[in-house]
């Protein structure tokens, strides 16, 4: 949540990284090919993080969640600026399960994220289960 929007991670068809006005309207919709778990909001940019793959270009998906206009890679984690514009932020992490948990300190200008995933970027970083980005 921001001063003036809130930010929720949602299942499919696929996923859905949603905003809305502090009265209830939607403002955007990010699709991806697995579900969006969890979400949290640094320095304005949205961080996302699920069991996803993809991001899709368009909010079209077809069954089970595949994007049928074009996508973007973004392995379990993902990042979007406040008006929907998804930035080049992209750990590509492991696992199918993938991000379950994000949380972010404003103080120091980290990211924190939980869940199933053990490496990153082409499996060459190890990590299990926990990582921190700042």
Same mark, same amino acid.
Do not use: N
């Given at each position: 949540m921001t001063t003036d929007a809130v930010y929720a991670a949602a299942n499919g068809p696929?996923?859905?990284?949603?905003?809305?006005?502090l009265g209830g309207a939607d403002r955007w919709n990010l699709t991806s090919d697995g579900a969006f778990q969890a979400v949290t909001v640094l320095s304005g940019e949205i961080y996302a993080g699920g069991h996803f793959d993809?991001?899709?270009s368009t909010t079209r998906a077809g069954t089970n969640g595949t994007c049928l206009d074009g996508r973007l890679t973004r392995h379990k984690l993902m990042s979007a600026t406040s008006n929907a514009t998804v930035t080049s932020w992209a750990p590509q992490a492991d696992s199918a399960y993938g991000v379950g948990a994000l949380d972010s300190s404003p103080g120091y200008g980290t990211v924190a994220a +939980?869940?199933?995933? !053990?490496?990153?970027? +082409?499996?060459?970083? !190890?990590?299990?289960?926990?990582a921190l980005f700042g």
């Open positions: 696929g996923g859905h990284l949603r905003a809305f006005s993809y991001i899709c +939980g869940g199933a995933f !053990t490496t990153f970027k +082409g499996r060459t970083i !190890t990590q299990p289960r926990f």
